[in-house]
């Protein structure tokens, strides 16, 4: 099997044969007595397909993903690292290919869906640290093989909505600028198109200028076919200003969006392992003197806007002539350096850890349980102040001290946010 098979000249259909051609080889070939090993539904491309549609949102799923990976270590012979993982994917990939026409997505994204299952299925040495379950860029892959995630360039997109819980991130000051954008200059919460940084592409430590403009206009390719898309949604550290101002090469990130008309406000502080140490030493240099603190900041691209952007660059739908075959119908010729060191590629850090209940900041608990921590930031603190005027000769105060502490709790959890 070779690149040609998943070259830009062959039809997508032809495409999707060869990549369920390739799957099929690998799990009646070198993964077929893997599959003893697993129980049903597991060893069904069903079974894998729901396990990974979850993955790793579902708590459940990730237990039952971990619980198979200490029934596969404790079994002998011992395979090598990345077997289930990659079982799972091709198995995955089985299931959705055949449904990968009624996806509401452009054709060249469609095309970049069938690179992916050939980056699982004939990976080079390189990629093989992706193959572990408690990374950010197995986890990416899995949204992949079960068409949550779509591949485009350097960037891989989904349909989402903005998160209520974001509203109190922003700056006090930003707060109705955010509403305003929200509410009546993009239409609503959603749906919008949201990119995240792709971690299979070719050079994970290099974001390119046009490569991500290239990225950018795949996405409005789909966004032309969905009319309740309401715009593109992008939120990142490396979108935030403080970026441009340590290394103005990539500036860029920035101000690109400002210049489109873009909405942007920023967030919390970005934490450590975000990935902004990763790959510069002159970041980590910074951050440690304390003069680089970026900030997660957030993009609202409204429809419109970037629907003109794209059609004034036709251009950039235009694959290069220099890519090779392979790399003109979405993959990645080459990944994460041979032999890099642990932990200093974002995507192969762990990403699923336990913390100690102590060390667990306000970010996380807003990230992970967000009506836990407006309840009990703003909704409780408010009504116990309401009902203690009440007991008081003056009750009738309850109509403004319970809103006033609602206020004065919100100022209060900003700041904890910091």
């Not at 899995?142 to 909505?161: D, M, T």
């Not at 290239?214 to 490396?238: C, D, P």
């Not at 997660?296 to 419109?304: D, F, G, N």
């Not at 349980?369 to 005027?389: C, E, R």
């Amino acid at each position: 099997m070779t690149g040609d098979t998943f070259s830009a000249t062959r039809t997508l259909s032809d495409q999707v044969k060869a990549a369920l051609a390739l799957c099929q080889d690998q799990v009646d070939g070198e993964l077929a007595g893997f599959a003893k090993r697993l129980t049903e539904p597991h060893r069904q491309p069903e079974g894998c397909f729901q396990l990974l549609g979850a993955f790793p949102e579902a708590g459940s799923h990730v237990r039952r993903l971990q619980q198979l990976a200490n029934a596969v270590q404790a079994a002998e012979p011992p395979v090598p690292p990345g077997t289930l993982e990659r079982y799972l994917l091709l198995q995955a990939f089985r299931a959705a290919l055949p449904r990968l026409h009624r996806e509401p997505i452009d054709e060249r994204s469609m095309r970049r869906v069938c690179a992916a299952c050939l980056q699982v299925a004939r990976p080079a040495a390189q990629w093989m640290a992706y193959f572990n379950h408690t990374t950010r860029a197995f986890h990416q892959m899995a949204k992949v093989a079960s068409l949550r995630w779509y591949p485009a360039n350097q960037v891989a997109f989904e349909f989402a909505g903005l998160p209520r819980s974001w509203l109190l991130k922003v700056h006090p000051r930003a707060l109705q600028g955010l509403i305003g954008e929200v509410a009546w200059r993009l239409g609503g919460r959603g749906p919008l198109l949201t990119p995240h940084l792709w971690a299979w592409r070719a050079n994970p430590y290099l974001v390119l200028k046009t490569e991500h403009e290239r990225s950018l206009w795949l996405i409005a390719k789909t966004m032309e076919m969905r009319s309740e898309v309401k715009g593109l949604m992008s939120v990142s550290w490396y979108h935030s200003a403080a970026v441009g101002q340590a290394m103005p090469h990539l500036a860029w990130l920035h101000d690109f969006f400002v210049e489109q008309g873009a909405f942007l406000v920023e967030m919390e502080a970005a934490p450590p392992d975000a990935g902004f140490l990763a790959g510069s030493a002159k970041r980590r240099d910074l951050y440690r003197q304390g003069r680089f603190q970026p900030r997660q900041t957030l993009v609202l691209w409204r429809r419109a806007a970037m629907l003109a952007w794209a059609d004034a660059h036709p251009e950039l739908g235009e694959e290069p002539a220099a890519r090779g075959r392979a790399d003109a119908a979405g993959a990645a010729v080459r990944g994460p350096a041979a032999g890099a060191k642990a932990g200093t590629n974002p995507e192969t850090a762990p990403a699923i850890v336990k913390k100690n209940y102590a060390t667990i900041r306000a970010v996380d608990v807003i990230n992970n349980n967000p009506k836990f921590y407006i309840l009990s930031i703003l909704v409780i603190p408010s009504i116990l102040v309401g009902v203690a005027t009440t007991m008081t000769n003056m009750w009738w105060a309850a109509v403004f001290t319970a809103p006033i502490t609602f206020a004065i709790m919100w100022l209060f959890q900003y700041f904890l946010l910091q």
